[in-house]
């Protein structure tokens, strides 16, 4: 057996071909398999599949990127892996099919490779973490984010757009960006409690969040530019009560 598992799948996430390996990995039969009866989001544990579809090629291009994320078995259980995803795309622009490469990580491993090991289990838990996070810099540009705001915000902005620099500003209403200005510019000068921001969706105003502004005293080296980091959570509704003589009396 080769010592990496492998998938292809089709334009919709439908998987024609799962490796004796990756079978054995999940727990599944290979003389039982059929092909698209199953697809990558039954395989993709926690909110891994806004990573896997954020992964988009430009039209007629292919694209291939590296993701930091937990299976699921057959018996329900996680585990965590390294893919190595490449998609492809119709000259249309349209979605087009797909082949993973994945590489198991055992915790019996941390050797020579702990600092890496250290790292993929940080993204693993920066992925899995039902808040919506994202790191920018003192322009308000996003540096990165996590499964669950990818998946949040994918119709308002690309995951592209993201990797090359989106400005936070387009998450929140018009109404609320000079708020949001004023957080980050309160986060670039390293103040500390920075009144969190209450905001409709940019593009459904029905939807209501709260976004929290801290600011990031430390840089790192991996990231000195970072000036803010953003937590979104539901914001309570906005709608006013009723007033208390308008309610009825018993």
Do not use: C
């Not at 059929?34 to 694209?63: F, N, Y």
């Not at 994945?102 to 289990?121: F, G, K, P, T």
């Not at 705001?149 to 592209?160: E, I, N």
Request: proline share 5%; glycine share 6%.
């Amino acid at each position: 057996m080769l010592p990496a598992g492998f998938f292809s799948a089709g334009k919709k996430g439908e998987i024609f071909y799962v490796n004796a390996t990756l079978a054995d990995w999940l727990g599944l039969d290979p003389t039982k398999f059929q092909p698209g009866s199953m697809t990558i989001a039954d395989l993709v544990a926690g909110e891994g599949l806004a990573l896997v579809q954020s992964v988009q090629a430009e039209p007629g291009l292919k694209k291939t990127k590296t993701l930091d994320l937990d299976l699921r078995k057959a018996n329900g259980q996680s585990f965590a892996v390294r893919m190595v995803h490449r998609v492809s795309s119709a000259r249309d622009g349209a979605p087009g099919e797909s082949r993973t490469i994945v590489l198991a990580r055992s915790n019996d491993d941390e050797s020579d490779q702990s600092a890496s090991i250290a790292a993929m289990r940080f993204t693993r838990f920066f992925n899995n973490t039902p808040m919506a996070i994202a790191s920018v810099d003192g322009d308000g540009r996003i540096l990165r984010t996590n499964a669950p705001f990818l998946k949040l915000f994918s119709a308002v902005v690309s995951q592209d757009d993201m990797e090359h620099g989106a400005l936070l500003e387009a998450f929140v209403h018009d109404t609320d960006r000079t708020r949001l200005r004023d957080a980050l510019d309160a986060a670039k000068d390293r103040q500390g409690d920075i009144a969190p921001i209450d905001s409709l969706h940019p593009t459904d105003e029905a939807r209501h969040f709260r976004f929290y502004v801290n600011a990031v005293i430390d840089q790192s080296d991996q990231a000195p530019e970072e000036a803010a980091i953003v937590y979104r959570s539901r914001s309570p509704s906005r709608k006013r009560s009723k007033p208390r003589w308008r309610r009825r009396r018993r």
